[in-house]
């Protein structure tokens, strides 16, 4: 689409996220919740919508939805209540879901993503439905099936509803990422998309740019990357501007995402509240919620990505080394703790953005996948600091420290990697490497002074990295003249 089309138009986009609380037992029964068990091994009678069964709401997942609310800067209302919501759906066994209507558990909080404030109106409890597997023969009449596994049906989550704040599909991304960061952080969901255990639905419109009145939304569901989110609203983006462009209507409704064929399709008309015919659920009470227990979970709150970041940038980091750590919750951790155990913060942050974060990157793996331990990392820059290794030695041998655990001061030992500091050990090396290049050495003397740093190098080289390269510097002026 030509830009000049698309800047006629406003984007207005609000995010649904559901992230799935890590409870050991789901939200109303005792089955378990763990991923990747054998299909409807993790049911009960309370999960299969037995006849005569009654739900036990799950405390744990109240904490945690009070915990996320606060981080969410959300307010906790003194009194919450659970309703029933009312569709019909292979993997919904009920045939209605226990979620919040009216009186969700947090209201009216807000995230600040780059500098704005998106708003967040609530966050409630709700309960999971199962799911379907698709299966058997495409396109052979009669041999397409469904099979349904319940192992999720009951498991509790937050639903984290945004005001259509953002503006851009970088702005949703960056809104999800920072949710994800924060649910993470504070320990009440792992995060991860591929296994479904946190979700999100995107509402789209557009309007004339001036225009205060918003256009008919789109909801996108079935996205499970943030790459896909981005691609996601993109598509709908240019979709609904082409549309209004040609004179139709957008209709409201929901729509799937397909990430192979790039393009979102129509799903079923979008429902309103009134359709799921919400009434209180008659079998849980409205809970109260003191303010005595919201101030103790709140005295537990763990640190939070953003004060995380600025701590980092406090201790002279950039801006961008302190996000891409706290983007990765076992590495900034692992920064923790090297920072705890007294190494200077600038070296640590070179290493973890060099050749660590190089590493990891190549072999696909989480810090914690290798062995390297924060102890053996900063015994590294303490041998550099003394002078017993160079910061190039230091570099060669951290990936060894991460493959097999082994440290730093056992591998200079055996390998003799302690740096040469004696200076008429060097001053002899640097007549040496001045000897066998005359020619580089006229020519350094004829004005071509950025042949210091060939010399330097081929001292280095020489001395296999060992020499300390300040006294190199040094002495390979004074051999030079």
């Known amino acids: 689409m030509e830009s000049s089309i698309r800047d006629k138009y406003e984007v207005v986009i609000g995010l649904e996220v559901h992230a799935q609380l890590k409870t050991k037992s789901k939200i109303f029964a005792p089955d378990g919740t763990e991923f990747g068990q054998e299909p409807n091994?993790?049911?009960?009678?309370?999960?299969?919508?037995?006849?005569?069964?009654?739900?036990?709401?799950?405390?744990?997942?109240?904490?945690?939805?009070?915990?996320?609310?606060?981080?969410?800067?959300?307010?906790?209302?003194?009194?919450?209540?659970?309703?029933?919501?009312?569709?019909?759906?292979?993997?919904?066994?009920?045939?209605?879901?226990?979620?919040?209507?009216?009186?969700?558990?947090?209201?009216?909080?807000?995230?600040?993503?780059?500098?704005?404030?998106?708003?967040?109106?609530?966050?409630?409890?709700?309960?999971?439905a199962g799911k379907l597997v698709h299966a058997g023969a495409d396109g052979i009449a009669g041999s397409s099936y469904s099979l349904?596994?319940?192992?999720r049906a009951g498991t509790p989550l937050l639903e984290i509803v945004s005001e259509p704040d953002m503006r851009s599909s970088d702005e949703a991304r960056a809104y999800m990422e920072e949710l994800?960061?924060?649910?993470?952080?504070?320990?009440?969901?792992?995060?991860?998309?591929?296994?479904?255990?946190?979700?999100?639905?995107?509402?789209?419109?557009?309007?004339?740019?001036?225009?205060?009145?918003?256009?008919?939304?789109?909801?996108?569901?079935?996205?499970?990357?943030?790459?896909?989110?981005?691609?996601?609203?993109?598509?709908?983006?240019?979709?609904?501007?082409?549309?209004?462009?040609?004179?139709?209507?957008?209709?409201?409704?929901?729509?799937?995402?397909?990430?192979?064929?790039?393009?979102?399709?129509?799903?079923?008309?979008?429902?309103?509240?009134?359709?799921?015919?919400?009434?209180?659920?008659?079998?849980?009470?409205?809970?109260?919620?003191?303010?005595?227990?919201?101030?103790?979970?709140?005295?537990?709150?763990?640190e939070l990505p953003q004060q995380k970041r600025d701590r980092y940038q406090s201790l002279g980091l950039s801006e961008y080394d302190a996000s891409v750590i706290v983007e990765q919750m076992g590495l900034a951790l692992f920064f923790d703790k090297v920072l705890e155990l007294g190494a200077t913060p600038k070296i640590a942050v070179n290493f973890i953005m060099g050749e660590i974060a190089a590493y990891l990157k190549e072999e696909k793996l989480e810090i914690t996948d290798t062995k390297l331990t924060p102890e053996n990392l900063v015994e590294l820059i303490a041998l550099i600091e003394k002078n017993t290794i160079s910061n190039n030695i230091g570099k060669q041998i951290i990936i060894d420290m991460m493959k097999d655990g082994t440290s730093a001061k056992e591998i200079v030992e055996k390998r003799g990697l302690s740096q040469i500091t004696d200076e008429s050990a060097i001053k002899e090396i640097c007549e040496k490497v001045v000897a066998a290049h005359?020619?580089?050495?006229?020519?350094?003397?004829?004005?071509?002074?950025?042949?210091?740093?060939?010399?330097?190098?081929?001292?280095?080289?020489?001395?296999?990295?060992?020499?300390?390269?300040?006294?190199?510097n040094e002495l390979i002026k004074e051999v030079l003249g």
């Not at 049911?43 to 744990?60: A, C, D």
């Not at 598509?235 to 790039?262: A, H, K, M, P």
């Not at 309103?272 to 003191?290: G, Q, V």
């Open 148 to 151: 349904v596994d319940l192992n």
């Open 41 to 128: 091994s993790e049911t009960s009678p309370i999960t299969l919508g037995m006849p005569g069964v009654l739900p036990v709401l799950n405390k744990e997942a109240v904490n945690m939805g009070i915990l996320t609310g606060l981080a969410l800067n959300c307010t906790i209302p003194s009194r919450c209540k659970f309703d029933r919501k009312q569709y019909f759906y292979p993997d919904l066994p009920k045939g209605y879901q226990i979620s919040q209507y009216d009186e969700p558990i947090c209201v009216g909080g807000y995230l600040n993503i780059k500098g704005k404030k998106i708003g967040i109106t609530r966050a409630h409890l709700e309960e999971d």
């Open 180 to 302: 994800r960061n924060i649910v993470r952080y504070i320990g009440v969901c792992d995060g991860n998309l591929e296994e479904g255990s946190m979700r999100c639905d995107a509402n789209i419109s557009v309007m004339p740019k001036g225009s205060d009145k918003f256009g008919t939304r789109a909801e996108i569901k079935n996205v499970n990357s943030f790459s896909a989110l981005q691609r996601a609203i993109e598509y709908e983006i240019e979709r609904q501007i082409e549309i209004v462009e040609e004179g139709g209507e957008v209709v409201q409704e929901t729509r799937l995402w397909d990430d192979n064929s790039r393009e979102t399709r129509s799903m079923r008309g979008k429902e309103d509240a009134h359709d799921y015919r919400y009434f209180p659920e008659p079998d849980l009470m409205p809970l109260e919620i003191s303010r005595e227990w919201v101030e103790d979970i709140r005295s537990k709150m763990p």
């Open 438 to 472: 005359p020619n580089e050495v006229a020519a350094y003397k004829g004005g071509k002074v950025q042949l210091l740093g060939f010399f330097v190098g081929q001292v280095m080289k020489e001395t296999k990295g060992r020499a300390n390269p300040k006294a190199v």
